[in-house]
């Protein structure tokens, strides 16, 4: 998604803390999502953020939002083998609709 | 399984052949979005419902593609006269609206057009 960025991949160990990064082009943007795909399965909404806020933290999942510039990351503590996926970031856009816009998708590889 | 279920999961099409999926959303969402995905891409946006009526279509989208939710509950995606180019993942999602727009996705249809 041209509105959504993010880098392609991200490589860690197992055990350590994996970081995903993504920035987004609509201030207007009400919530902004992570979402996760596993290979031949559809998305699973990870976690999201209100936009007034500047963190959110659910269980090892950290989000942090800076609103000023438009910057969006997942904080994975502890990443384990099986959190191996794509990682997608998401706005929802209420301008000319109402939809949510993809970013291209963040390759979390986890080594053991 | 009350989550979203697409069919079919694979179709196998000759170019200029007609198609149809269909999305069986969550009963309680009204709403319901149609999203294309390719290789190496996240999710693109195609075509989104609220109940039956047909909110916004993509301007990408062209006229061989026609989606449907006549009673606000399934949908279909109609693509006619299929390209080469129209080989992706068709995924479906619903959310309820008002609210976080928590988009719940479906498995996909994965087409491949010869």
């Known amino acids: 998604g041209e509105d959504v960025e993010q880098s392609l991949f991200l490589s860690v160990r197992e055990g350590d803390s994996s970081v995903i990064n993504c920035t987004y082009t609509?201030?207007?943007?009400?919530?902004l999502y992570w979402y996760k795909q596993e290979p031949g399965a559809g998305l699973q909404l990870l976690t999201y953020?209100?936009?007034?806020?500047d963190m959110k933290q659910d269980q090892r999942l950290t989000v942090l939002l800076n609103k000023k510039d438009k910057h969006l990351s997942l904080r994975i503590a502890d990443t384990q083998t099986g959190d191996s996926a794509i990682y997608f970031c998401?706005?929802?856009?209420?301008?000319?609709?109402?939809?949510?816009?993809f970013g291209a998708g963040t390759r979390l590889f986890v080594k053991a | 399984d009350t989550g979203v279920s697409q069919d079919p999961r694979h179709k196998i099409t000759k170019r200029g052949q007609n198609v149809t999926f269909r999305c069986d959303p969550i009963?309680?969402?009204?709403?319901l979005y149609w999203y294309r995905q390719t290789l190496g891409q996240g999710p693109e946006f195609l075509t989104y419902?609220?109940?039956?009526?047909?909110?916004?279509k993509s301007r990408l989208l062209s006229d061989r593609f026609s989606a449907e939710r006549p009673k606000g509950s399934f949908s279909t995606l109609e693509i006619q006269r299929t390209e080469q180019g129209d080989s992706a993942m068709y995924l479906c999602a619903s959310s309820l609206s008002p609210g976080e727009e928590k988009l719940f996705f479906g498995s996909g249809t994965q087409l491949s057009v010869l």
């Open positions: 009963s309680e969402h009204n709403r």
């Open positions: 609509d201030s207007s943007s009400t919530y």
């Open positions: 998401a706005e929802s856009k209420r301008t000319g609709g109402f939809k949510t816009i």
């Open positions: 419902f609220q109940n039956e009526a047909q909110l916004e």
């Open positions: 953020i209100f936009s007034n806020m």
